[in-house]
Protein backbone atom coordinates (compact mmCIF):
# COMPACT_ATOMS: atom_id res chain seq x y z
CA UNK A 1 0.00 0.00 0.00
CA UNK A 2 0.73 3.47 0.16
CA UNK A 3 3.57 5.23 2.27
CA UNK A 4 2.39 8.55 2.00
CA UNK A 5 -0.99 10.15 2.46
CA UNK A 6 -1.51 14.19 1.52
CA UNK A 7 -4.18 16.05 3.64
CA UNK A 8 -5.86 17.79 2.10
CA UNK A 9 -7.34 15.79 -1.08
CA UNK A 10 -7.90 19.67 -2.73
CA UNK A 11 -6.79 23.11 -1.46
CA UNK A 12 -8.62 26.80 -3.13
CA UNK A 13 -7.20 29.71 -2.05
CA UNK A 14 -6.56 33.27 -3.34
CA UNK A 15 -3.30 34.64 -5.07
CA UNK A 16 -1.07 36.05 -2.45
CA UNK A 17 -2.22 33.56 0.04
CA UNK A 18 -0.24 31.08 1.97
CA UNK A 19 -1.17 27.17 1.42
CA UNK A 20 -0.53 24.79 3.75
CA UNK A 21 -0.42 20.68 2.87
CA UNK A 22 0.44 17.70 4.86
CA UNK A 23 1.66 14.57 4.60
CA UNK A 24 1.70 11.38 6.73
CA UNK A 25 3.27 8.17 6.86
CA UNK A 26 3.32 4.48 8.48
CA UNK A 27 7.03 3.63 8.33
CA UNK A 28 10.56 4.37 8.87
CA UNK A 29 12.03 6.61 6.42
CA UNK A 30 15.52 8.02 5.31
CA UNK A 31 14.03 11.21 3.36
CA UNK A 32 10.93 12.68 2.82
CA UNK A 33 10.22 14.51 -0.63
CA UNK A 34 7.68 16.86 -2.31
CA UNK A 35 6.81 16.99 -6.08
CA UNK A 36 4.85 19.31 -8.44
CA UNK A 37 3.07 18.02 -11.37
CA UNK A 38 1.18 20.59 -13.35
CA UNK A 39 -1.82 19.00 -15.35
CA UNK A 40 -0.72 16.94 -18.07
CA UNK A 41 3.02 16.37 -17.32
CA UNK A 42 5.57 14.81 -15.29
CA UNK A 43 6.42 15.25 -11.39
CA UNK A 44 9.55 18.20 -10.82
CA UNK A 45 11.23 17.36 -7.76
CA UNK A 46 10.48 20.37 -5.04
CA UNK A 47 12.68 19.37 -2.17
CA UNK A 48 13.86 16.51 0.24
CA UNK A 49 13.97 16.82 3.98
CA UNK A 50 16.38 13.86 5.51
CA UNK A 51 14.76 11.79 8.45
CA UNK A 52 17.42 13.74 11.03
CA UNK A 53 16.34 17.50 9.80
CA UNK A 54 13.36 18.92 11.34
CA UNK A 55 12.65 21.68 8.77
CA UNK A 56 14.14 23.25 5.34
CA UNK A 57 13.42 25.95 3.25
CA UNK A 58 13.46 26.72 -0.45
CA UNK A 59 12.84 29.87 -1.96
CA UNK A 60 8.80 30.49 -0.99
CA UNK A 61 8.76 26.49 0.26
CA UNK A 62 8.81 25.52 4.04
CA UNK A 63 8.96 22.00 4.43
CA UNK A 64 8.85 20.74 8.27
CA UNK A 65 9.69 17.05 9.34
CA UNK A 66 8.02 15.39 12.65
CA UNK A 67 9.47 11.71 12.75
CA UNK A 68 7.54 11.25 16.41
CA UNK A 69 4.43 11.73 14.60
CA UNK A 70 5.60 10.54 10.92
CA UNK A 71 4.16 13.53 9.18
CA UNK A 72 5.66 16.47 7.08
CA UNK A 73 4.12 19.52 6.13
CA UNK A 74 4.98 22.00 3.05
CA UNK A 75 4.03 25.59 3.34
CA UNK A 76 3.97 27.63 0.03
CA UNK A 77 3.71 31.52 0.83
CA UNK A 78 2.82 33.88 -1.05
CA UNK A 79 1.29 32.08 -3.83
CA UNK A 80 0.95 32.65 -7.47
CA UNK A 81 -1.46 31.21 -9.93
CA UNK A 82 1.44 29.35 -11.58
CA UNK A 83 1.48 27.10 -8.37
CA UNK A 84 -1.65 25.65 -9.03
CA UNK A 85 -0.64 21.81 -9.55
CA UNK A 86 -1.06 18.36 -7.69
CA UNK A 87 1.67 18.20 -4.68
CA UNK A 88 2.33 14.82 -3.81
CA UNK A 89 4.88 13.60 -0.86
CA UNK A 90 7.10 10.79 -1.38
CA UNK A 91 8.78 8.42 1.26
CA UNK A 92 11.87 6.49 0.54
CA UNK A 93 13.57 3.94 1.99
CA UNK A 94 16.43 1.87 1.72
CA UNK A 95 17.49 -1.69 3.16
CA UNK A 96 19.70 -3.55 2.38
CA UNK A 97 19.34 -4.07 -1.26
CA UNK A 98 16.11 -2.56 -1.40
CA UNK A 99 15.42 0.54 -2.19
CA UNK A 100 11.63 2.31 -2.58
CA UNK A 101 10.21 5.66 -3.03
CA UNK A 102 6.81 5.62 -2.68
CA UNK A 103 4.12 8.37 -3.11
CA UNK A 104 0.83 9.80 -1.60
CA UNK A 105 -2.13 10.40 -3.64
CA UNK A 106 -1.26 14.19 -4.27
CA UNK A 107 -2.89 17.48 -2.59
CA UNK A 108 -4.73 19.48 -6.19
CA UNK A 109 -3.70 22.93 -4.98
CA UNK A 110 -5.65 25.42 -7.15
CA UNK A 111 -4.74 29.21 -6.51
CA UNK A 112 -7.25 31.83 -7.94
CA UNK A 113 -5.97 34.88 -9.60
CA UNK B 1 21.46 16.74 -22.25
CA UNK B 2 17.54 14.92 -22.62
CA UNK B 3 17.22 14.44 -18.94
CA UNK B 4 14.67 11.08 -19.03
CA UNK B 5 13.26 10.14 -22.33
CA UNK B 6 9.98 8.38 -22.85
CA UNK B 7 8.13 6.64 -25.43
CA UNK B 8 6.07 6.42 -26.66
CA UNK B 9 3.53 9.61 -25.53
CA UNK B 10 0.67 7.94 -26.49
CA UNK B 11 -0.35 4.74 -27.22
CA UNK B 12 -3.79 2.58 -27.99
CA UNK B 13 -3.91 -1.07 -27.33
CA UNK B 14 -6.05 -4.08 -27.91
CA UNK B 15 -6.93 -6.51 -24.95
CA UNK B 16 -3.79 -9.18 -25.55
CA UNK B 17 -1.51 -7.31 -27.61
CA UNK B 18 2.01 -7.24 -26.09
CA UNK B 19 3.97 -3.66 -26.06
CA UNK B 20 7.04 -2.38 -24.07
CA UNK B 21 7.36 1.33 -23.02
CA UNK B 22 11.25 2.82 -23.56
CA UNK B 23 12.62 4.53 -20.68
CA UNK B 24 16.05 6.22 -21.38
CA UNK B 25 18.10 8.58 -19.29
CA UNK B 26 21.61 10.31 -20.06
CA UNK B 27 22.73 11.17 -16.71
CA UNK B 28 24.11 8.18 -15.86
CA UNK B 29 21.96 7.59 -12.66
CA UNK B 30 21.86 3.99 -11.23
CA UNK B 31 18.43 4.60 -10.47
CA UNK B 32 15.76 3.55 -12.30
CA UNK B 33 11.79 3.12 -12.45
CA UNK B 34 8.53 2.62 -13.42
CA UNK B 35 5.29 4.50 -11.79
CA UNK B 36 1.65 4.42 -12.79
CA UNK B 37 -0.55 6.59 -12.17
CA UNK B 38 -4.15 6.25 -12.12
CA UNK B 39 -7.03 8.57 -10.92
CA UNK B 40 -7.46 9.63 -7.43
CA UNK B 41 -4.45 6.37 -6.58
CA UNK B 42 -0.93 9.02 -6.74
CA UNK B 43 1.86 7.24 -8.41
CA UNK B 44 2.28 3.20 -7.67
CA UNK B 45 5.80 1.60 -8.08
CA UNK B 46 6.02 -0.49 -10.62
CA UNK B 47 9.41 -2.42 -10.66
CA UNK B 48 12.58 -0.70 -10.35
CA UNK B 49 16.49 -1.10 -10.98
CA UNK B 50 19.37 -0.37 -8.78
CA UNK B 51 21.91 -0.45 -12.08
CA UNK B 52 22.28 -2.87 -14.63
CA UNK B 53 21.42 -6.70 -14.72
CA UNK B 54 19.24 -5.53 -11.46
CA UNK B 55 15.50 -5.39 -10.78
CA UNK B 56 12.84 -5.72 -8.23
CA UNK B 57 9.58 -5.41 -7.49
CA UNK B 58 7.61 -2.63 -6.87
CA UNK B 59 3.81 -2.56 -5.31
CA UNK B 60 2.06 -3.47 -8.26
CA UNK B 61 4.25 -5.83 -10.58
CA UNK B 62 1.78 -8.24 -12.10
CA UNK B 63 1.60 -8.40 -16.14
CA UNK B 64 4.38 -5.96 -16.22
CA UNK B 65 8.34 -7.36 -17.18
CA UNK B 66 11.28 -5.06 -17.33
CA UNK B 67 14.90 -5.44 -18.02
CA UNK B 68 18.38 -3.46 -17.71
CA UNK B 69 20.64 -4.69 -19.73
CA UNK B 70 22.03 -0.81 -19.96
CA UNK B 71 22.49 1.65 -17.36
CA UNK B 72 20.92 4.28 -19.82
CA UNK B 73 17.87 2.07 -20.67
CA UNK B 74 14.90 0.64 -19.15
CA UNK B 75 11.77 -0.89 -20.84
CA UNK B 76 8.93 -1.84 -19.38
CA UNK B 77 6.82 -4.71 -21.08
CA UNK B 78 3.39 -5.53 -20.92
CA UNK B 79 2.87 -8.90 -22.09
CA UNK B 80 -0.72 -9.27 -22.36
CA UNK B 81 -2.32 -5.95 -22.06
CA UNK B 82 -5.47 -5.53 -20.26
CA UNK B 83 -8.13 -2.73 -20.08
CA UNK B 84 -6.78 -2.70 -16.01
CA UNK B 85 -3.72 -0.97 -17.21
CA UNK B 86 -5.06 1.79 -18.91
CA UNK B 87 -3.13 4.29 -17.41
CA UNK B 88 -0.46 7.17 -17.02
CA UNK B 89 2.94 5.53 -16.88
CA UNK B 90 5.79 7.16 -15.69
CA UNK B 91 9.92 6.38 -15.80
CA UNK B 92 12.03 8.04 -13.37
CA UNK B 93 15.84 8.00 -12.48
CA UNK B 94 18.33 9.24 -9.99
CA UNK B 95 21.92 9.28 -8.49
CA UNK B 96 22.17 6.28 -5.39
CA UNK B 97 21.65 6.76 -2.74
CA UNK B 98 18.56 8.63 -2.26
CA UNK B 99 19.65 12.14 -1.23
CA UNK B 100 19.65 13.24 -5.02
CA UNK B 101 16.93 14.77 -7.02
CA UNK B 102 14.86 12.08 -8.90
CA UNK B 103 14.17 13.03 -12.64
CA UNK B 104 10.58 12.29 -14.39
CA UNK B 105 9.81 11.96 -17.64
CA UNK B 106 6.61 13.39 -19.42
CA UNK B 107 4.86 10.05 -18.90
CA UNK B 108 2.96 7.56 -21.73
CA UNK B 109 -0.87 7.65 -21.77
CA UNK B 110 -1.98 4.04 -22.58
CA UNK B 111 -5.16 2.84 -23.49
CA UNK B 112 -5.90 -0.65 -23.78
CA UNK B 113 -9.56 -1.37 -25.16
Known amino acids: SQQGEEDPQALSIQEGENATMNCSYKTSINNLQWYRQNSGRGLVHLILIRSNEREKHSGRLRVTLDTSKKSSSLLITASRAADTASYFCATFYSGGSNYKLTFGKGTLLTVNP | NAGVTQTPKFQVLKTGQSMTLQCAQDMNHEYMSWYRQDPGMGLRLIHY???????DQGEVPNGYNVSRSTTEDFPLRLLSAAPSQTSVYFCASSYLPFGNTIYFGEGSWLTVV
Open chain 2, 49 to 55: SVGAGIT
